[in-house]
């Protein structure tokens, strides 16, 4: 299987991602919304908006891992960030930046949105992580 992201000529930057992914290979893995929560359900990082999305990264990462992927297998991201405001920017980029060389993101990141809601399914939810990837 074979990624291939790239920023064609003429589109937006700087972005500290690429806005277009190329794949080849035969399974489509699609990794539901992750969010700051360990395998038993306890909450991580209350409060903490980039050590929340580190937290979803890391399950996201796991989710990918259990269908045979990794992130460098991802076509697209999607981040659901409630209240968004351009000053919470800094600290959703260090939340990703805080797990990039542990979970092996590519950097620039795969194409991607960060959507802002009012809420998420509990209150304390800050981020949730979907993924798409393919593998052959």
Partial sequence: MTVSLSTPPG???PVPYHHVSVATGGRHISVAGQIARDEHGNRLAPGDLAGQLAHAL???ARGLAGAGASFRDVVRLRFYVTAWQLEKYGEF???IESVVEELGIPQPLP???CIGVDYLFEPDVL???EADAIVS
Avoid: C, D, I, W
Wanted: no cysteine; charged share 15%.
């Fill in 11 to 13: 589109m937006f930057q």
């Fill in 111 to 113: 194409p991607l949105s």
């Fill in 93 to 95: 980029m260090a939340g």
């Fill in 58 to 60: 890391r399950n996201t």
């Fill in 127 to 129: 981020v949730e992580v």
